[in-house]
Structure formats: C-alpha cells, structure tokens
C-alpha cells in the first residue's frame, strides 16, 4: 500500500513538472531564458516570479471608474483591468504595457483618494509617443490627437505630446481638482544588448531565429521587472505646483 501512494506521487509530481515545462514553453519562461537559471551569467532572483500557473494574477491591478459607459464595462461603471487585458488587447506583453500600467497605478494612488481613476477626468502630458503612453490612453481616455468633428469621440485631446518634459516622463493632471504630478520612469534605458538588436531591427536587418529568441526574452524580462518592483525603485514622483494644462494644449493642438 505503501508502495502504491509513493508511486502515485511521483506519478502526480512527473505530470505536474511536464504540464508545468509545456505551460512555461507557450509563455517562453524556460530556463534558457536570460536571468532565469541561477547557474548563469546575468541571473536575476526576480525571475522567482514566473510562475507559469499563476504569473498574471500576481502582478497588480488597476481598478478605474467609467462615467461614460456604465453598463458597458459593468452594472457599476467600474471596473477593474488586468495586466491580462493590457496584453490580450494589445497583442503582446512588452515593457511599454507594464510600465505603462505602473505609470497610471501611481498615478491614481496619488490623484484619487480610493486610488481609482476617473476615466475622462485626466489629462496627461507625455515625452514619449509610443509604449507607455498608448497603455495610459486606453487606462484613463486621455487620447492623443486634436478633437475635431466626430473623430472628437476618440481623439479627445486630453492627452498631449511634448519632448520638452523629457522622454521618461509624463504629467498626470486631475481637471476636477487642479492636482498635478509627474512621474518619470528609472528604467528608461534597455540592456545594451536588447538596444542594438533593437537597433538592427529597425535598420531592417535580418536577425537571426536565435537572435530574436534571445531579444523577445530580454523584453520579457525587461517588462515583468518593471511590474512587480518597488515604486521607489521605478519611479521619481514630484508633485507640480500651479501646473497649466492650457499651455502644453495650445502648444500642441493651437487655440
């Protein structure tokens, strides 16, 4: 009897390491992977994270009121968006997604008393016109782009781009309370390695299947780091006095 409960564990135990390994395979955290294997070069204890059961209901949330659209999101016109969402919608899971979901995590921490977002209520001045800035469109309807006429629905205006604050930064503004702040990301520059095949890439070199293996697993890592570390460790936060939204809108979109 003995004999069979020890087999049946072990079989258990095989079965669970194999679905594990398929599981971690379809996600691309395998030991191979830079950082994952505490025998190699570069490893990172953070990688302890990627549990391939349970990695996205580890990472945090954000949860956003929605004026506009009750019914739609739920009964409520709240709702709450996962780093599974940010993904499913966009496709993919890179750094932008999660820094960008950070970004408006502190964002509503320090804007909102419950933390939550008021979607349409923000305005956000970015340095950046990609990655971070497309996540915070779609967390708080601030939409790059002048309103005009109908497209007004989706170009909203409520979000504008100027280099001038600096390319790692963005401005939160709460219209309803003139509160201001800005948040500049400490993880603005990509491994070394991950910016020249970037760089490659772009120049429309062909990178080889290793090489993309190897870029796609750095980008991995890059962006789950980003998730799951210390606020104070990710971003510099100052809050702004006497902040004018008008000024960088008019810059941006004229009168």
Known sequence: MKKLAVLVIVCCLTMGISI?????????????????????AGYDPGYKFFNPFNWWDEVPTITVR????????????????????????????????????????????????DGMIVRGDLRVVTGDNHGPAAVIEYIT????????????????????????????SFIFYRKSTGKAIKLTLKLGVLPKEMREL?????????????????????ARKWA???????????LKIEELKDFNWNSYFKKAYGS
């Open 198 to 218: 970037k760089k490659k890439q772009f120049a429309g070199k062909k990178l080889t299947p290793e090489q993309v293996a190897r870029m796609k697993a750095m």
């Open 224 to 234: 789950f780091k980003s998730m799951i570390m210390p606020e104070k460790e990710l």
């Open 66 to 113: 929605n004026p506009f659209d009750r019914g739609y999101w739920s009964s409520t016109g709240i709702m709450t968006i996962t780093l599974k969402d940010l993904s499913k919608f966009y496709n993919h899971c890179g750094p932008g997604v999660t820094q960008g979901m950070r970004l408006c995590i502190a964002a509503g921490k320090r804007l909102y008393e």
């Open 141 to 168: 309807n601030a939409v790059y782009g002048k309103p005009c006429g109908k497209a007004g629905v989706w170009f909203n205006g409520k979000m504008v781009y100027d280099t001038s604050i600096g390319k790692y």
């Open 20 to 40: 594990s390994n398929v599981m971690a395979e379809e996600h691309g955290f395998m030991a191979g992977d830079p950082g994952y294997n505490p025998g190699a």
